[in-house]
C-alpha cells in the first residue's frame, strides 16, 4: 500500500472519530433531538391538531363490543366520543354529547344501554344510531 494511501486512511479514521466525539453521522449532520419536542406544549398541541383531528382516530377493537348496546367511551382526543353496537350489528361512534346543551350523555367509561340514550340535563332520548327519538322539536 503507498504511504499516501495509508495516510487518507488513517485520517479518515481520525475523522470518523472526531465526529463521533461530537455525535455527528459520517455526513456530519447532528442527530442530537432538543428535549422540547417532548415537554413542550405548543408541540403537544401540534401533534394533536395534526393527528387527531385530521385523521381518523383507532378508539378500540370492534370485538370488545359482543352485544347490542353495548358502548366504551374514548375521551383521549378533548372530544368526547361514545362508541356503540346498534341493534342492527353495526358499531357507530358519535359525539357523547346532547345536541341540545352539550352535556355529555353518558358518564360511566363503558357499559351497555338497554335501549335509548337519554340526556341527563332535558330528558332528549336518543337511539342508539345517535338519531333523536324525542325531544321538544319532535
Same mark, same amino acid.
Given at each position: 500500500?503507498?504511504? %499516501?494511501?495509508?495516510? %487518507?486512511?488513517?485520517? @479518515? ?6 465526529? =463521533? ?18 415537554? %413542550? ?9 395534526? *393527528? ?11 370485538? @370488545? ?26 358499531? =357507530?361512534?358519535? *359525539? ?37 327519538? @324525542?325531544?321538544?322539536?319532535?
Amino acid at each position: 500500500m503507498k504511504k %499516501s494511501q495509508q495516510i %487518507s486512511y488513517i485520517e @479518515s479514521v481520525f475523522e470518523g472519530l472526531e465526529k =463521533r466525539k461530537k455525535k455527528m453521522d459520517a455526513d456530519g449532520i447532528t442527530y442530537q433531538i432538543d428535549i422540547e419536542r417532548y415537554t %413542550s406544549d405548543q408541540q403537544l398541541e401540534k401533534e394533536r391538531s395534526t *393527528l387527531f383531528k385530521n385523521f381518523p382516530i383507532v378508539t378500540g377493537a370492534a370485538a @370488545s363490543l359482543k352485544e347490542p348496546g353495548e358502548y366504551y367511551l374514548h375521551d383521549l382526543v378533548e372530544v368526547p366520543i361514545i362508541v356503540i353496537k346498534g341493534t342492527d350489528g353495526n358499531i =357507530r361512534a358519535f *359525539l357523547n354529547m346532547c345536541r341540545h346543551r352539550g352535556v355529555r350523555l353518558v358518564e360511566e367509561p363503558a357499559g351497555h344501554i338497554k335501549k335509548y340514550i337519554v340526556c341527563p340535563y332535558h330528558a332528549w332520548t336518543f337511539a342508539l344510531t345517535g338519531e333523536l327519538r @324525542s325531544g321538544p322539536i319532535l
